[in-house]
């Protein structure tokens, strides 16, 4: 089944620097890539995604890239400001998988002031 | 609207006891989730529904149960709860494009 592999678990940027984490998926048919961000005492909310035949989209300061050929999409932050700090999830959904995503395991994010 | 709520935010139990975690949802989403929350291990599927009266098993169901006997709501219960139920537990709903999660229950057992 598919494996979802995240880095790094923590990362610390200065403020107004860029933060990029990186995730690895193993079954080449998986074809959806969302990303979740979750503050603190609060559940994760969807805040990009990306489906297979795309390689990028963008949204303000985030965007998605992906890279199906070495199966990994990258998410990257912009400008960096103290409302980003927050666990980021990546995660992936396998044609076959029956509404299940499968997820990464999450990275820290800390923005330094 | 409240969107996705939880019951309770916050339990204790001892290892044996029994308790029901409450999801209700006012998004008249078809679909919903109970996910477990685990340092370094993300999310993991308990069991979900895609409709009132269906339930099915997810990643990681041993020692759970469910319920959707309402639209709106989706039960999990421990029967007897072990040490390595002690998590933070989120329910969610939507669809695979977009997911709305809860609050959380952290639940501990001693």
């Known amino acids: 089944g598919e494996n979802v592999e995240q880095h790094p678990s923590t990362l610390s940027v200065q403020e107004g620097d860029s933060a990029v984490i990186k995730c690895t998926y193993s079954d080449s048919a998986s074809n959806y890539f969302p990303w979740y961000k979750q503050e603190l005492g609060k559940g994760p909310q969807l805040i990009i995604d990306?489906?297979?035949n795309v390689g990028e989209k963008k949204d303000q300061r985030i965007a998605v890239t992906l890279n199906k050929t070495a199966k990994h999409f990258s998410l990257h932050i912009t400008e960096t400001q103290p409302e980003d700090s927050a666990v980021y999830f990546c995660a992936a959904y396998p044609r076959d998988s029956n509404y299940q995503l499968i997820w990464g395991a999450g990275t820290k994010l800390i923005i330094k002031p | 609207n409240a969107g996705v709520t939880q019951t309770p935010k916050f339990r204790v139990l001892k290892t044996g006891q029994s308790m029901t975690l409450l999801c209700a949802q006012d998004m008249n989403h078809e679909y919903m989730y109970w996910y477990r929350q685990d340092p370094g291990m993300g999310l993991r599927l308990i069991h979900y529904?895609?409709?009132?009266?269906?339930?099915a098993k997810g990643e990681v169901p041993d020692g759970y149960n469910v319920s959707r006997l309402k639209k709106q709501n989706f039960l999990l219960g421990l029967e007897s709860a072990a040490p390595s139920q002690t998590s933070v537990y989120f329910c969610?709903?939507?669809?695979?494009?977009?997911?709305?999660f809860g609050p959380g229950t952290r639940l501990t057992v001693l």
């Open positions: 529904s895609v409709g009132e009266g269906t339930t």
């Open positions: 969610a709903t939507g669809t695979i494009n977009e997911q709305f």
């Open positions: 990306i489906r297979s």
